[in-house]
């Protein structure tokens, strides 16, 4: 007895994704992917915190889709090693705080936040490594990485300085253009 994805939403009480949600949330993993690996040539210079940071304000809890569809092509390009185990929480741990925090509308708040996630990248990666090396593994990994977590807190931090609120916009613009009632407050 087959389970449509449609049928057991409505059955969980959840809304439907339509199929236009589905396109949506496939071009923004997309997206995710384009500007991680048109980036990947400066060191820790990167927008897909920006974006995640947000796709969640904009989608809330349906971020997780296109932030899956990203981690999944990263898998798949680049293969499945253990700085592939750490992408599947990190972006997730991202997500999660920008839902605890949403209700700050300042972008300097998510600039902030942004720069911290940047600065702290490192070290969330080295979880995998305490578990396949020890506590050695893991602190050397941190450690040999900090000056890329500066350059990737002050990337972040001049990234979502300049293009928080223009993709803000842009992804409420594309994401609510059919759906008058959804309107959320626009951050300043």
């Known amino acids: 007895?087959?389970?449509?994805?449609k049928s057991h939403l409505q059955s969980a009480g959840k809304a439907r994704l339509t199929i236009r949600d589905i396109l949506i949330f496939g071009l923004l993993g997309a997206v995710l992917l384009v500007v991680q690996v048109a980036l990947a040539v400066l060191p820790n210079i990167e927008l897909v915190s920006l974006l995640v940071i947000v796709y969640v304000l904009v989608l809330g809890k349906r971020a997780f889709f296109p932030i899956y569809v990203f981690i999944l092509a990263e898998g798949l390009i680049y293969g499945f090693g253990l700085w592939w185990i750490s992408y599947l929480y990190i972006w997730s741990i991202l997500a999660i705080v920008v839902l605890l925090l949403r209700k700050h509308e300042?972008?300097?708040?998510?600039v902030i936040i942004s720069g911290l996630f940047g600065l702290l990248f490192g070290a969330l990666c080295a979880i995998p490594y305490?578990?396949?090396?020890?506590?050695?593994?893991?602190?050397?990994y941190w450690v040999s990485g900090i000056l890329f977590d500066l350059l990737h807190c002050g990337g972040n931090i001049i990234a979502a300085a300049l293009l928080f609120h223009p993709c803000h916009k842009a992804l409420r613009r594309l994401y609510f253009q059919n759906n008058a009632s959804a309107e959320l407050a626009l951050p300043k």
């Open 1 to 5: 007895m087959a389970i449509s994805l």
């Open 106 to 110: 300042q972008p300097l708040f998510w």
């Open 130 to 140: 305490l578990f396949a090396g020890g506590i050695g593994a893991a602190v050397s």
